[in-house]
Structures are given as C-alpha cells and as structure tokens.
C-alpha cells in the first residue's frame, strides 16, 4: 500500500497551503487525480516521486510503500507532462532502458505493438530527429517507465498528444498493470478516464475521498 501522511505544501505568493496535514492511502489499482486547474494535482504526484523542490517551494510529510521509504526509480517513476526522453538512443532503446531480463525485454516488445510503436524501434527520439510524433514519444516515454516494473507508476496527462484511437489502447495497456501495481494519473481526458475505469480523487473538493 502507498500511504501518504500529513502532507502539506505552499509555495511562496500564495495565501493559502495547497495541502495542510493531507493523508490518504493507495492500493494496487488505478486512480486519477481530478480537480479544477491549480489545486495541486501534478504538485501531489512530484512528492510522490520525491521531484527536488523548486524555488519557493515548501512540503512536508512522509510517503510510503508497504511501511517503507520508496525507492526512486525502483518502486516508483513518474512519466511527466514533457515526457522528456534519451535523444541519443533510439526508440527501441528507450522503450527499454529499465530492461533486465529478456521476459521483459519480450513484454516491452508486447505492449510496443498493441501501442503501435514497435515499427519505429529503429527510429531516433528527440525533437531535432523528425522521425517520430510527438504522440509516438509519448508513448515511449510510457513504454520506458514500465520498463522498470515500477511498484507505483506516476503519470501527468499522458495522453495530451494522442488521438482518441491511442487513448483507448493506452487506457487498457495501464488498466492491466493496474492490477498488480498502483497507478496514479493527472488527467483532463474524459474518454481515458472511463476506459481506464480508474477511481477519482478530486483534489478540488473541501473533503478529499476516493470514488469508484
């Protein structure tokens, strides 16, 4: 179980604390933070995955996996909105950077096809290269944040540069590692949010719970 515990932040400028002593528990399942712009959202999921703290910036709190400290990386990454990834390396490379063995290697190569991004192993990343969309990125940024087996997999608006066909595919592809694993997603996307099938937590709301 992740556990969140009296999580408070504020940043400088503002009148009043994003979170304030805030706690609340995750299990293995998928869940989609909501809420209206600025409540705090993709500010929650960067002290999940312990994102160095910006100027102005103040939190504090504890998270937890199963009663210990999370291991950056190993039992948590987080797939930004920028979805930055290794422009040197191809896409194959990239799809695989956190491989170790080849049963995984064979399932990366699985989930690649279902997302249509296994003919474009050979083709180079990066906004310079030209060889693949920025929706193609997206999804090997996806691809390589799985690639890790993550215990929690972090993701902020993963499907803003994909069609509403990779949506769905995307959707299912993190609905059924949702069932072993936690996954937390920041969405706008009402047609993600239904085929993942995900629980709500709108962060917006005075009395924050989980809605199925």
Known sequence: MLEL????????????????????CFDKDCYALIGRSG?????????????????GEHRSGTVTLDGKKLVIGHDVVMVFQDYPLYYWLNVERNAKFGVHTAADGEWIDSL???????????????????QISGGQQQRVAVLQAMSFRPKVLLLDEPTSALDEHNTLILARVLREYGEDNTV??????DVFLKELGAKHINLGEE??????
């Open 5 to 24: 515990r009296n999580i408070s932040l504020h940043y400088d400028g503002l009148t009043q604390w994003l979170y304030k002593g805030f706690s609340i």
């Open 39 to 55: 409540c705090g959202k993709s500010s929650l999921l960067r002290m999940m995955d312990d994102v160095p703290r910006t100027k």
């Open 112 to 130: 690649a096809e279902r997302l249509d991004i296994k003919d474009h192993y050979k083709k180079r990343c990066g906004p310079f290269a030209g």
């Open 184 to 189: 937390i997603c920041v969405t706008h996307d």
């Open 207 to 212: 009395s924050v719970r989980i809605r199925a």
